[in-house]
């Protein structure tokens, strides 16, 4: 019991396990804008090579 105790005391450790956490919320973000930063940019290229080819 004395061993639990201890061990849910313990933090050592668990600030770098949040920095952790929050880096891949910042990953997982950053994923997702650009995904949606390539879908206007398909888009833009697409308009642009439409009028080069109509003129």
Known sequence: MQFLRKLLR???GATAIEYGLILAL?????LGAMGALADTTI???NGIS?????H
Not at 26 to 30: E, L
Not at 50 to 54: C, D, G, K, R, T
């Open 26 to 30: 910042i990953c997982i973000a950053c």
């Open 50 to 54: 439409e009028n080069v080819l109509a």
């Open 10 to 12: 313990k933090t050592d």
């Open 43 to 45: 888009s833009m290229w």
